[in-house]
């Protein structure tokens, strides 16, 4: 699932695209993803002109003239695709919205798992969806003491701490094992047990990562693309996650690979006490 460094890069790669463009038609071509598009999803959309997109944890809001917000999540194997203008669409473009330039922007969701609503700026303030996220891990009010204080109420491992999106909005299993790594802690270690000093280093690898993932546009292992349908390098430059059996980058022990809450969890028994 695109965790916030792809979802940041798609919203980058979206913008010299979309904004300033005005939306002509939106056809629904299925329906039926995670929750099912509503019909009045294109009378919601079309005429509106594209005027902002932006990121807010793992969902990306395109905001439109008036009082529109497009919002997306893209779930396991979505993606939103800039096709210029007569490029053949492809088998699972369920969304695709035909723009002033020619061009089109298509939501492309092999699992159907992602997300697409159209709301009101007021709606939006209130959405379940995103009024019980946390703060996101690249606002000052995500620091140590804040993360310190959630350590000290739960009784789970700190990766899995780390993937509750009230707790620290926009991480995943991909960046939560890797901050781990870099900070010397291992993804099984009971949260409570952290110390004031650990729950600091962990808050402030957290953006330094991110940011360089970001640089990278992302960790790309099988759907994820960008706006323009490329690949991220992130996966490149990945430490511990997804590399069971193989040499640690930074020691001569290999990786080794648990499974926490039926998810996998990746560390170094050497550089991770």
Not at 15 to 43: F, K, M, T, Y
Request: charged share 30%; glycine share 6%.
């Amino acid at each position: 699932m695109p965790e916030l460094p792809e979802v940041e890069t798609v919203c980058r790669s979206l913008r010299p695209h979309l904004l300033g463009r005005r939306i002509l038609r939106v056809e629904v071509r299925q329906p039926r993803l995670r929750a099912p598009v509503a019909p009045d999803l294109p009378a919601r959309l079309e005429g509106r002109t594209i005027t902002a997109i932006h990121r807010r944890a793992k969902y990306i809001l395109i905001d439109l003239d008036g009082d529109a917000v497009w919002l997306f999540h893209l779930g396991m194997s979505g993606k939103l695709i800039c096709a210029g203008k007569g490029k053949e669409r492809r088998k699972h473009d369920h969304i695709v919205a035909a723009l002033d330039d020619g061009g089109e922007l298509r939501y492309h969701d092999p699992r159907r798992f992602g997300l697409s609503v159209a709301v009101s700026r007021a709606e939006l303030k209130t959405l379940p969806l995103l009024s019980r996220l946390g703060p996101d891990p690249m606002e000052r009010r995500f620091n140590g003491a804040a993360l310190y204080a959630a350590t000290r109420a739960s009784a789970r491992r700190i990766r899995d701490l780390l993937l509750d999106q009230q707790v620290v909005a926009g991480l995943g299993n991909i960046y939560a094992n890797e901050i781990l790594f870099r900070v010397g802690i291992r993804p099984t270690a009971r949260a409570r047990r952290l110390t004031r000093r650990q729950a600091a280093a962990i808050a402030a690898m957290t953006p330094k990562l991110l940011r360089d993932a970001i640089r990278w546009c992302g960790t790309s292992f099988s759907d994820y693309r960008d706006a323009d349908d490329q690949r991220g390098e992130f996966q490149n430059h990945l430490r511990v996650y997804d590399r069971h059996g193989e040499s640690c980058r930074v020691c001569p022990n290999t990786i080794k690979r648990v499974v926490i809450g039926n998810r996998s969890a990746f560390y170094c028994p050497s550089c991770q006490k």
